[in-house]
Nanobody
């Protein structure tokens, strides 16, 4: 069955870096766009970044542009989110998701993304 497993979260000081990984199984990652969402306490889940199946298109929320980089390694069935210059407002549970399609259409909304990982906590605090 389709499975997504996030890892790499943790506690980091402001200005620090983390690299999140999303390990995929049960489907052909090379054919699928992957999106990262995050959800902070009391807030709605928001789209952070998305990468198309071919990696030819990447998208970022305005709040993370220039600080986060999404990439994929289909041979390792993994999508990564490199997060630099972390801020306290980046604190959230981060999720990866897919709908098994190849494009990032509507990546900003959780609706339509059928398969989700369990999430990994990122805390940015001094």
């Amino acid at each position: 069955q389709v499975q997504l497993v996030e890892s790499g979260g943790g506690l980091v000081q402001p200005g620090g870096s983390l690299r999140l990984s999303c390990a995929a199984s049960g489907f052909t990652l090379a054919y699928s766009a992957i999106v990262w969402f995050r959800q902070a306490p009391g807030k709605e889940r928001e789209g952070v970044s998305c990468i198309s199946s071919s990696a030819s298109s990447t998208y970022y929320a305005d709040s993370v542009k220039g600080r986060f980089t999404i990439s994929r390694d289909n041979a390792k069935n993994t999508v990564r989110l490199q997060m630099n210059g972390l801020k306290p407002e980046d604190t959230a549970v981060y999720y990866c998701a897919t709908d098994l399609g190849g494009y990032c259409s509507g990546y900003g909304s959780p609706a339509g993304w059928r398969y989700w990982g369990q999430g990994t906590q990122v805390t940015v605090s001094s």
